[in-house]
């Protein structure tokens, strides 16, 4: 029996990507917590926008990746975006900040408290120890399930592997089990609502 072609396709996204990343962002983060640390407002909207762009333009260790429909198209004709993600292959003390200052329309003490947990739980599981962080994966609704999320993973992991570095993700709690099929193991104290993954 013959197959059918896969119609998704990984690729490096691009500066062109930025405005449809975000939106994709938003579309895919819906869970109750989110819009109350980054809430859905057009000028938030332009905010991680042009923080997208930043880093694709002015931090080179930032990985935007991208996976396209061949087979739609979005709203300018080009191949739709289906996931991206956002991998740091720099190492623990050279990130900086990772994000630009908190928009007025956001709650800064909250979202302050929120990334400062997350990187604390980091700085626990990882300590030192040189590894790529899997800052960012993203995927539409529509694309759920169809393994687009898997091949942004996937390229991350290959080059861990082929780099013999360990690997790190703050996970969801839903979306835990993908991370764990590529040897991502959940380090998060009892209680929390993020994963704290590590690919040793």
Known sequence: MATTPNPLKL???TVDDASEITNLWFAAFTDPEFPQIIPDTPSVR??????????MTKKPFQRY???IDTESKDSQGRPRIAAFAKWDLSMPDERGQ????WHAD??????DEFFKREEENRKRV???TKHFYLDTVATHPDYQRRGAGAM???WGCDFADAEKVAAYVDASKDGAPLYAKFGFVDYSKPGEDIASMARR
């Open 65 to 67: 990746l991208k996976v």
């Open 126 to 128: 990882m300590g030192d």
């Open 11 to 13: 690729l490096p996204a």
């Open 46 to 55: 332009k905010w991680l926008e042009d923080a997208n762009f930043n880093d």
């Open 98 to 101: 990772r994000y630009p200052p």
């Open 152 to 154: 942004l993973v996937k």
């Open 106 to 111: 956001m709650l800064g003490q909250l979202c």
